[in-house]
Each structure stands twice: as C-alpha cells, then as structure tokens.
C-alpha cells in the first residue's frame, strides 16, 4: 500500500536536519554520547560487521521534531501525494472518511520518537524526553543503524526498495528488526543470556515491542497505521533471528545484500529462504467513461490483507486466509470533473478454493466498511450492486478475485 513508502517509511531513519545544541556545550548530551563509543564497539563485534568510525550524537527536543516531521513530509512529499494516499486508504476502509493522514502522521510520530538515526548526515539524536532507563537500550537501536549504513548504505537501500510498495515494508523490516534484533541482545548479554540459543527470549523481546497502553495517540490510530508501524520492529525481529539460525552471523549482512520481496517473506522466513517472487494480477477493466486519470497505483501485500481481514471480519480469517496470498494490485482512476474515484483491484491466492473463500470474505467487507450496500445480482462467482460511492462489481475467476468500486451508476 502506497502510503508506507511515501509517508510512514522515513520514520524509522528520518533525516534529522535540525540546530540542536552542539554536545560539547551541554552537559546531559556529553554524558549520553559518551557511552555510545562503548556500546557500538560491542555491537560491532556481536554482529560481526565493521565499525568504520565513531557516530557523532546529541539531543533534541519533542518539539523540534515535530517542527522537523511537518517540514520531512513536504519536502519528502506533496500535497497530491498525500491526497492520493489518503484516498487509498480510505477506499480500502483502513481509515475513515474524515481521517487527516497528514496530521496523524505527524502526530503519531512525534508522540513515538525516541531517537534518530539521520542516514543522511551520519549522525544519531535522542529526544530530551527519553527517559534515563531507556537511554541504554535507545543507543544500542540506533547505533545498529549506524553500523548498518557504515557497511550498507541505508539511504540507497530504501531507494532501491520502492519499486514495490510491499517490498519497500520488507526492507523497513530488515533495517529495524536488525536494529531490534541487536539491541535485544546488547541488553541480553548484560544479564548473561543470548537470544542466539534462546527462541523464548526472542519472542518475549519481541512482544514487548509491541506493548501498548502508554502512547495515546498510537492507541487511539487505526488498526492499519497501528500495526504497519511496529511490524518493522516486531516481525523484522522474528525474521532476522529466523536467518541467524540457519545461517549464523552471515544473516546479518546476508538480509542487506538479499532482501526480501514481501512482507509475506518476513512473515514466513521459509519463502525466503526458498523464494517465492509476489504475482501481479492484472487489474479489472471497466468501460469508464471519458475523463478518468491513473491517480495513483501500487501493490499489496500478505501484511495489507491480513489487516484487512482482521480488522473488518476478525483474526481467525485473517490467520486462516492470508498466509495464501500470492500478489495484488490496485489503481485508483480519479474523473476530477465529476468528484469520483473509481478504486481497481486484483488480489491472486495459491489456489482455487482459497480465492473463493477470500471472494466471500471481501463481500462482507464491502458490506461492513460501507454504510449501504445494494445487490443487484449474485452469482456464485460475481456480485454486483451498488455501495456508498457508486457501482461496484466483486468477481472471482480461478486463483484471483477482482474488485472494481465506485463505478458511475445512471
């Protein structure tokens, strides 16, 4: 889905471009920054990648990063970007209407911040917020970063990955489950364990990622948004400790130099290590009428279906059917003239009876993210009728169901 490369994706690396007060001239910075010297020594050699040179650090405060994220995205972004973004969101039903992505976004990331690394001018911030408990392990995190672009090169990673939309949520997943990854064990070895020769110990580590209850604004977002930004840190962990199992340290510069195409490969570390390239259905054809544009298009993922599942039928679908995803696409037209938006879909499964059943679960998505729906005919293989912005037509045809909404009804 488009809106994680484009507004979502600079979060974990954001190009922290600010004036912050020089380390040398505050105190609480000059103790902090001192210890990173020791902690990126240690995670040099738990990875065994090379640390070229000491990473520079200093704080910043909330409010500079609020300033800076506001600036990021119209820099990173423009208002047709965002707008077309937003739409897809909401055609889908992962927003509702009146959601502001802009403002959420920037809301929610500045009440998450709690260090940067900025890949950019190779230098690592902590906000003045972190508390003195987190500091330790907020270091170690961002430091992996560090060490990763040293030997990597971030910036020119990322770029590489948004080709696709869902592969580009892959990368994101190496870089921070990585950097969870290492962090974790920094904290690990100071206790005398390793997750290396402990799986348990992962899983706990990873789930208290995924804690909530102290972030009111991460809690009161959509699921979508919710989920598609810790996924980076909680599976990207399971993943990468998956690859260190079977090939040792190797995984940590192997996951760089091959990365995974999907978010489906970081959710199922087998179909990476015996790959599984994503499908590109073709999207429906309808006969529009003249006036209609491309506004935007992309690709989904087994991640995207997964939470479309779970957050309109329930968890059990989602677990049951996404795991059978095999590639979506989809394209929003857009007639400006006439105010509509017309949302084309395609999504291929591994087999016949998964599409069908995929088939009847998206009929009860268009029931439920709607408000009124209207059947004007239903086969065993299409449905088509009428929703809260126009005409739609559900098809399903061997391995791929298609979805086409928002049609213009006479």
Avoid at 347 to 369: G, N
Avoid at 376 to 383: G, K, N
Wanted: some cysteine; aromatic content about 8%.
């Amino acid at each position: 889905m488009r809106c994680k490369p484009a507004v979502l994706a600079f979060f974990p690396l954001a190009l922290l471009v600010v004036r912050t007060t020089p380390a040398a001239e505050s105190p609480r910075a000059t103790e902090l920054c001192g210890q990173a010297a020791g902690i990126a020594s240690e995670l040099a050699s738990i990875s065994g990648l090379t640390l070229h040179h000491a990473v520079p650090c200093d704080l910043i405060t909330k409010e500079k990063v609020n300033e800076f994220l506001k600036k990021r995205i119209k820099e990173a972004t423009t208002p047709e970007q965002i707008r077309a973004e937003e739409l897809t969101l909401k055609k889908f039903g992962f927003v509702p209407a009146d959601f502001n992505l802009e403002k959420a976004t920037v809301d929610l990331l500045t009440e998450q911040a709690a260090a940067f690394y900025d890949y950019d001018k190779k230098k690592l911030f902590v906000t003045e917020t972190t508390s003195p408990e987190t500091q330790m392990p907020v270091l170690a995190h961002e430091l992996s970063h560090a060490i990763a672009d040293q030997n990597f090169n971030l910036g020119k990673f990322i770029r590489q990955g948004r080709k696709s939309d869902d592969g580009a949520t892959a990368r994101l997943a190496i870089m921070e489950g990585q950097a969870t990854w290492l962090m974790s064990e920094y904290l690990a070895r100071k206790l005398g364990q390793s997750l290396k020769d402990s799986p348990n110990l992962v899983r706990m580590m990873s789930a208290m990622v995924d804690s909530s209850g102290q972030y009111p604004v991460f809690d009161n977002a959509p699921l979508y948004l919710r989920e598609t930004l810790v996924f980076p840190y909680t599976k990207g962990m399971l993943f990468q400790q998956a690859v260190i199992e079977r090939d040792g340290n190797a995984a940590f510069a192997e996951v760089f130099r091959r990365p995974p195409a999907s978010t489906q490969q970081i959710l199922h570390p087998d179909r990476y290590f015996h790959p599984m390239m994503p499908a590109t259905p073709d999207l429906p054809e309808p006969k529009l009428p003249r006036g209609y544009k491309s506004l935007v298009g992309g690709t989904m993922g087994e991640l995207d279906h997964e939470l479309l599942l779970e957050q309109f039928l329930n968890k059990a679908a989602s677990e049951e059917i996404g795991p059978h995803w095999s590639g979506a696409t989809f394209e929003l037209r857009e007639n400006k003239k006439e105010g509509r938006i017309v949302l084309l879909y395609a999504v291929q499964w591994d087999s016949p009876e998964v599409a069908r059943r995929y088939f009847a679960a998206y009929r009860q998505v268009l029931a439920k993210k709607w408000k009124k729906l209207t059947v004007s005919s239903e086969t065993a293989d299409a449905v088509t009728g009428t929703g809260d912005d126009g005409g739609f037509e559900l098809r399903c045809q061997g391995t791929t169901v298609t979805s086409t909404e928002g049609l213009p009804v006479n």
